[in-house]
């Protein structure tokens, strides 16, 4: 047994929505850490405090309602406090919630370790006038329950010398009554403890109950064990789905107990909340409240964000000028200031949006408005096989698609959370305007903006077909559920947002700022070298390479400098512009540009409308391409996610030059 | 109590009409519509801004049509009018930063009175309505989120 | 309303707006049928329809004290009776 007088780890769980964070950041102030945990894309937090001679680590759990590994969250909080076995469970509880949130609470009381309740938001429950009685539900449970109000900092000392007090003491053992099904839990525990090296590693009547509940974790440590077969064939002949509903059952009989000794009063109002709701997800009303409050969103993100950007843009220009001028030799020069600081700034341009943009969100996520967006939007949204909270993301990536990505963070389910990003791409973000705003103009003018809108359109009949075709086949089977809790509206706090925007804010800069930083000089090698060269000329690498590789594109009716042009649309697509700038000879003038490309007799309506929508589907931009690669862990999902959107590009082209080519050429 | 109602029914009835007209002279104004006359209200003839004002309008509007919770419609079109004010502010705000910054050219020649807009003074009314039934608008029944 | 003799009684997705019900049991399988008991739909809870999003799904129930939303999918996978007949919670239930 190690010293845990001096060193207390302690395991944060709780129900989402019940102030998890926010005890969190108050425990540990800003001492923490952020990771993943491995393997999954679930983000593990940790963090530390010193308090009476005691290190007390915390590991914030991913918030869930119950222990069943069913979900990644699940899993991983189950296998930390099973693997890892902190000395403490601690667990957050929603006083005004009380009888859902002990659901969690039983299932922790199986683990068998010494665990304290934090009574949160107990604020809320006294206002409305409902008293709780703390020493009987100690005594019920077993555990120290001490009132908290995490947002305000209330209870923490409190807190802390019950972790402190029980981390030193054997457990109380309190366990639920399961009935009838006792006998079946006895009969299996007695299976499981006939393996001594598992039955001294895991708590048996835990296992017992796991295993009538069809957990994939438990099942998975047994899978390989020889008493696996016994119970196989002991599980195969008892009803589980009528078990995991008895014990369901049983446990929510002991919480009426429990609430019904402990709770005076706890019929919860919601008048305030529910009045709300009559208007913002009203059946009329409800969609179009959305959609304008997006639209400020929208505006705030992009346009709020413009004299910053300006900002950032114009001072890595004047750094990047100073540079050229004094930095020797030339090449070093050149790299420092067209690869380094051009890619740094190409990083650190976005920051504004993303800062705005995430307390907009956390805005609207710690009022409870998202929850309701997504039960306003789910039904159009699983028609196309995504889901509610898909439409934010969405909706957000016409601006940008790399918050937009970061945003799908909100989506708790794996799978719908994958397909959200893997079509995020194809919605057209403003970096992808000024190459429609150029052909379009150039060789439209009449009905420049229906072609235009045309992109957006496109753009969203791909992300549809898109998302459609991965739940038919890559995710076949696999059927998505739909059961949210729909929180009551509260009052963000400035804190709270503060402390979410500035984590999303330093992950971006952290973790796409070096894949991006990478993406971007290597192009630069590839458009200065071999030294000598006219930067992104016809005799550099890329140059080239985009000779190479035109008799893949002809088909397309695009020649090598279209091809290299859209190489450089790879670092930002509003890159190709400036590129096609350069090839062409235009020099910095957008009107020379648009003469010389009418001037250009291999281009015409058809050639210069497949070119629009190539550049829109193309694959994401490098740093979209490094987020989904931060986000999703997955270098299979991020090359897919890159060589879908060419081959997708490619095929409608290449049908629309095959086609329209002869029809209209 | 009753009284109180009626008085705020009434407000939302007289914002639900304002709102409404102005929305509709902001898309009429969006598609093409005469801008010279418009432009005297600050009408920018925009269709986004113009629908912002139609569903803000429609919120006020309903509070006449679900009369059993009466003050609910009128206290949220308070709430969405007072958000866009404070989100037009901001954006005014922005460019006007910009415009200090970096000089007329780089704004297009924008000036404060292209910030201007129907959505700012029906938003100044709607929050000064805010003001009047604050306790009403009972944001404080609302716990502080701890999530 | 509620015939005896049927095996399949009514669903949650068959309540009205404003409708209150108990739950009589759970059908869903797999990992979906832990997450809608673990949210506290156990036989015996009583439970009011609040409303349906605006194109009709998914709805908005009201249990324990706190509000749910659902897709009519998984609503259909929870019996509902008017009365809690049968499914009291705590008492010995026999001959399954």
Same mark, same amino acid.
Request: with cysteine; charged share 20%.
């Given at each position: 047994m190690q010293d845990v007088s001096k060193n207390v780890r302690v395991a944060l769980c709780g129900n989402p929505n019940v102030g998890k964070s926010s005890l969190f950041n108050a425990l540990t102030d800003s001492r923490q850490h952020v990771g993943n945990w491995p393997g999954v894309t679930v983000e593990r937090k940790s963090g530390y405090r010193v308090y009476r001679g005691h290190r007390i680590e915390i590991v914030d759990l991913p918030g869930t309602y119950s222990l069943i590994a069913s979900s990644k969250d699940e899993e991983v909080a189950t296998k930390y406090i099973i693997e890892e076995s902190?000395?403490? =469970?601690?667990?957050? =509880?929603?006083?005004?919630?009380?009888?859902? @949130? +002990?659901? +969690?609470?039983?299932?922790?009381? !199986?683990?068998?370790?010494?665990?304290?309740?934090?009574? @949160?938001?107990?604020?809320?429950?006294?206002d409305r006038g409902d008293s709780l009685d703390l020493d009987v539900l100690k005594r019920f449970l077993g555990a120290p329950a001490v009132r908290t109000v995490a947002s305000e900092g209330i209870g923490?000392?409190?807190?802390?010398?019950?972790?402190?007090?029980?981390?030193?003491?054997?457990?109380?053992?309190?366990?639920?009554?399961?009935?009838?099904?006792?006998?079946?839990?006895?009969?299996l525990r007695d299976m499981v403890e006939r393996d001594a090296e598992i039955s001294s590693r895991y708590p048996s009547r835990w296992m017992a109950t796991r295993l009538i509940e069809n957990d994939s974790y438990v099942k998975g440590l047994l899978a390989d064990r020889p008493i696996w077969k016994d119970l196989e064939a002991y599980l195969s002949n008892i009803d589980r789905e009528?078990?995991?509903?008895?014990l369901a059952d049983s446990r929510y009989t002991v919480i009426d107990e429990v609430v019904a000794l402990s709770c005076k009063r706890c019929k919860p109002k919601r008048s305030v909340s529910d009045s709300m709701d009559r208007v913002l997800v009203h059946r009329y009303l409800g969609i179009p409240i959305f959609l304008i409050l997006l639209w400020g969103a929208f505006e705030l993100t992009f346009s709020a964000a413009a004299p910053f950007m300006d900002l950032i843009d114009a001072g890595f220009a004047e750094l990047g000028d100073w540079v050229a001028g004094n930095v020797r030799p030339e090449w070093l020069a050149s790299l420092l200031a067209d690869g380094v600081i051009g890619g740094v700034g190409s990083v650190l341009i976005f920051l504004p949006n993303i800062v705005i943009m995430f307390m907009i969100l956390g805005i609207l996520e710690d009022s409870g408005y998202m929850a309701r967006v997504a039960f306003l939007m789910d039904r159009l949204m699983s028609r196309v096989g995504l889901q509610g909270k898909s439409a934010i993301p969405l909706i957000m990536g016409f601006g940008c698609n790399l918050p937009a990505i970061m945003a799908t963070r909100s989506i708790e389910d794996r799978k719908d959370r994958l397909i959200t990003i893997m079509v995020t791409p194809f919605m057209s973000c403003s970096a992808r305007l000024p190459v429609y705003i150029l052909f379009a103009g150039a060789f439209f003018s009449h009905m420049a903006g229906t072609i235009v809108f045309m992109m957006y359109m496109i753009g969203i009949a791909a992300a549809i077909?898109?998302?459609?075709?991965?739940?038919?086949?890559?995710?076949?089977?696999?059927?998505?559920?739909?059961?949210?809790?729909?929180?009551?509206?509260?009052?963000?706090?400035?804190?709270?947002?503060?402390?979410?925007?500035?984590?999303?804010?330093?992950?971006?800069?952290k973790k796409a700022g070096t894949i991006i930083l990478l993406g971007v000089v290597a192009i630069w090698a590839l458009a200065s070298l071999p030294f000598g060269v006219e930067y992104g000329s016809e005799a550099s690498w890329i140059g080239a390479i985009g000779k190479v590789i035109e008799p893949l594109v002809e088909p397309l009716g695009f020649d090598w400098r279209i091809a290299v042009a859209l190489l450089f649309g790879f670092v930002a697509k509003e890159i190709i512009v400036g590129g096609l700038m350069t090839l062409y000879g235009a020099g910095q003038n957008e009107?020379?540009?648009?003469?010389?490309?009418?001037?250009?007799?291999?281009?015409?309506? =058809?050639?210069?409308?497949?070119?629009?929508?190539?550049?829109?589907?193309?694959?994401?931009?490098?740093?979209?391409?490094?987020?989904?690669?931060? !986000?999703?862990r997955s270098w299979k999902w991020t090359m897919f996610s890159i060589v879908y959107g060419i081959v997708l590009a490619y095929a409608i082209a290449l049908l629309i030059w095959q086609v329209g080519g002869p029809l209209f050429g | 109590m009753k009284e109180d109602d009626s008085r705020l029914m009434w407000f939302g009835a007289l914002l639900a009409a304002a709102y409404l007209v102005f929305g509709t002279l902001e898309v009429l104004g969006g598609i093409g519509y005469d801008g010279e006359r418009l432009g005297d209200?600050?009408?920018q003839g925009g269709i986004m801004d113009g629908l912002v004002l139609l569903v803000i309008g429609a919120v006020f509007a309903f509070g006449w049509k679900e009369? *059993? *919770?009466?003050?609910?419609?009128? %206290?949220?079109?308070?709430?969405?009018?007072?958000?866009? %004010?404070?989100?037009? %502010?901001?954006?005014?705000?922005?460019? %006007?930063?910009?415009?200090?910054?970096?000089?007329?050219?780089?704004? *297009?020649?924008?000036?404060?009175? *292209?910030?201007?807009?129907p959505g700012i003074y029906l938003g100044v009314i709607s929050a000064l309505g805010g003001v009047v039934w604050r306790k009403r608008l009972s944001l404080t029944m609302l716990s502080r989120a701890g999530a | 309303m509620f015939d005896e003799t049927k095996r399949e009684g009514p669903s949650l997705a068959d309540l009205p707006i404003g409708a209150k019900a108990f739950v009589e049991s759970v059908k869903a399988?797999?990992?979906?049928?832990?997450?809608?008991?673990?949210?506290?739909?156990?036989?015996?809870?009583a439970l009011e329809v609040v409303r349906k999003a605006p194109m009709g799904d998914p709805i908005e129930i009201v249990l324990k004290g706190y509000h749910l939303s659902l897709r009519s999918g998984e609503a259909r996978a929870v019996k509902v009776s008017s009365t809690p007949v049968g499914t009291l919670r705590g008492i010995e239930k026999e001959g399954r």
């Open positions: 902190p000395d403490v =469970v601690l667990q957050v =509880v929603d006083s005004s919630n009380l009888e859902r @949130n +002990l659901y +969690l609470t039983m299932q922790l009381m !199986e683990f068998g370790k010494p665990m304290v309740l934090a009574m @949160n938001m107990s604020d809320i429950t006294e923490l000392e409190e807190l802390l010398d019950a972790i402190v007090g029980v981390a030193k003491r054997i457990p109380v053992d309190r366990r639920v009554g399961y009935g009838e099904l006792e006998a079946t839990i006895s009969d009528e078990g995991e509903m008895d077909f898109t998302a459609m075709a991965l739940r038919a086949f890559v995710f076949k089977g696999e059927p998505s559920a739909f059961i949210m809790e729909l929180p009551p509206y509260r009052l963000p706090t400035t804190r709270s947002v503060g402390v979410h925007t500035w984590d999303r804010a330093f992950l971006y800069v009107n020379a540009l648009t003469d010389a490309l009418k001037a250009d007799g291999s281009l015409n309506q =058809v050639n210069a409308f497949g070119l629009m929508t190539f550049s829109l589907l193309y694959m994401p931009c490098v740093a979209t391409a490094g987020i989904i690669w931060g !986000e999703t | 209200l600050y009408v009369r *059993d *919770d009466p003050s609910v419609f009128p %206290l949220m079109g308070i709430s969405l009018g007072t958000i866009f %004010l404070v989100i037009y %502010l901001v954006l005014m705000g922005a460019n %006007l930063l910009s415009l200090l910054m970096f000089g007329s050219e780089h704004v *297009d020649g924008w000036t404060i009175a *292209d910030g201007m807009r | 399988k797999g990992s979906i049928r832990g997450r809608i008991l673990a949210m506290g739909l156990v036989p015996g809870t």
